[in-house]
């Protein structure tokens, strides 16, 4: 059973950049979340995808956005990078909202804006 | 807004120690809360699950407990080995609102000594 995905592993960019990572969820589950989590800081709740919609949003600017498509899987893009967007990206994946059986998370993605 | 705080920040123990890890939350009004390790570098595992009506729940030589009225949980590790270091993260998404967003504490690190 394979669990949550995610990728890249690492990626390198700019400040001004645009990127996108990718997540896929554990099979069986339906929603997908996303948190930011600086070093040596707990994740911090992006926002979350049901039904291809997004579900709830934390306190993230819109240079934030995301996707799920129709298999579960979902894409977080970010606009215009800051240095302060260097962080641990992880997608988590849960079935509904994730309260019954909680939410399940990747191994992240390591973003490094210079 | 809830508020979760873990006590301490570090904890170095000899292998073999018995340990507790605290975390405490403003808001009571909680769907469950969840308990992850987390390697340096790498995504959450997720370790136990206690759901709102719950007191405590168990998995080999972890017990975690939850006190809902007091805005408690602890989590107790029997018999420590080394392969326990890692950081030590709780999330309690509140019962409102329609995704079980996970506010997490910063997380405890334990580094278990030989």
């Known amino acids: 059973d394979a669990g949550v995905t995610q990728s890249p592993t690492h990626l390198i960019k700019t400040r001004g950049q645009q990127v996108t990572l990718r997540c896929s969820p554990k099979?069986?589950?339906?929603?997908v979340s996303w948190y930011q989590q600086a070093l040596g800081q707990g994740p911090q709740f992006i926002f979350q995808?049901?039904?291809?919609?997004?579900?709830q949003r934390g306190n993230f600017p819109d240079r934030f956005s995301g996707h799920q498509f129709p298999n579960y899987s979902s894409e977080l893009n970010v606009n215009a990078l800051l240095l302060g967007d260097s962080a641990l990206y992880l997608c988590?994946?849960?079935?509904?909202?994730?309260?019954?059986?909680?939410?399940?998370f990747g191994p992240g993605t390591r973003l490094t804006v210079l | 807004k809830q508020e979760v705080t873990q006590i301490p920040a570090a904890l170095s123990v000899p292998e073999g120690e018995n340990l507790v890890l605290n975390c405490s939350f403003t808001?009571?009004?909680?769907?469950?809360l969840q308990w992850f390790r987390q390697d340096p570098g790498k995504g959450l595992t997720s370790l136990l699950l206690?759901?709102?009506?719950?007191r405590e729940q168990t998995s080999g030589r972890l017990n975690a407990s939850l006190d809902k009225s007091s805005g408690r949980s602890t989590l107790y590790i029997a018999a420590s080995q080394p392969g326990d270091s890692a950081t030590y993260l709780c999330?309690?998404?509140?019962?409102?609102?329609?995704?079980?967003?996970?506010?997490f504490g910063s997380g405890t690190q334990l580094t278990v000594l030989p």
């Open positions: 988590a994946s849960s079935l509904g909202t994730g309260g019954v059986i909680g939410q399940f």
């Open positions: 099979s069986g589950h339906d929603t």
């Open positions: 206690i759901q709102s009506s719950q």
């Open positions: 808001d009571s009004a909680i769907y469950n």
């Open positions: 995808y049901y039904e291809e919609e997004e579900r």
């Open positions: 999330a309690a998404p509140l019962s409102s609102g329609s995704a079980r967003q996970l506010t």
